[in-house]
């Protein structure tokens, strides 16, 4: 995770330098805003990631003398196909539309079946064809 944390140092350095520079040649607050939050956020991740680095042991693909079945075994639980983030989304959808045209009932609805899509999506895990 070493290295990880180098990438978001340089790219915090970078983004530090350019920043005022922005602000030096267009005056712009919008972009010299957006390019100090980036610098923020690429700076905190850099943290985050250089406090977890010093209390874990080296990944072994961050040791030098580490083999390539160190590596080996389960990685993880990767999920299958899901179909709930499209019935999430588009309830996020009908709710959009419902506030643009200021039509409430359409609102209330995408609400009403925005929970239930998210519920689905949360609990797909517990029964079913994927359930542990």
Same mark, same amino acid.
């Given at each position: 995770?070493?290295?990880?944390?180098?990438?978001?140092?340089?790219?915090?350095?970078?983004?530090?330098?350019?920043?005022?520079?922005?602000?030096?040649?267009?005056? =712009?607050?919008?972009?010299?805003?957006?390019?100090?939050?980036?610098?923020?956020?690429?700076?905190?991740?850099?943290?985050?990631?250089?406090?977890? $680095?010093?209390?874990?042991?080296?990944?072994?693909? =961050?040791?030098? =003398?580490?083999?390539? $079945? =160190?590596?080996?075994?389960?990685?993880?639980?990767?999920?299958?196909?899901?179909?709930?983030?499209?019935?999430?989304?588009?309830?996020?959808?009908?709710?959009?539309?419902?506030?643009?045209?200021?039509?409430?009932?359409?609102?209330?609805?995408?609400?009403?079946?925005?929970?239930?899509?998210?519920?689905?999506?949360?609990?797909?895990?517990?029964?079913?064809?994927? $359930?542990?």
């Amino acid at each position: 995770m070493k290295v990880e944390a180098w990438i978001f140092i340089i790219t915090g350095i970078f983004l530090l330098l350019v920043s005022p520079a922005y602000w030096v040649i267009t005056g =712009d607050w919008t972009g010299t805003s957006a390019l100090t939050m980036a610098t923020l956020l690429a700076l905190m991740v850099a943290l985050y990631l250089g406090f977890h $680095a010093a209390k874990m042991e080296p990944r072994p693909e =961050d040791r030098k =003398d580490a083999e390539i $079945a =160190d590596g080996a075994g389960e990685l993880g639980f990767f999920p299958p196909y899901s179909w709930w983030p499209l019935w999430c989304g588009s309830t996020l959808a009908v709710i959009v539309f419902g506030t643009a045209m200021q039509e409430w009932w359409l609102v209330i609805l995408g609400f009403t079946l925005g929970a239930v899509a998210l519920s689905g999506w949360i609990f797909e895990y517990y029964r079913g064809e994927h $359930a542990h």
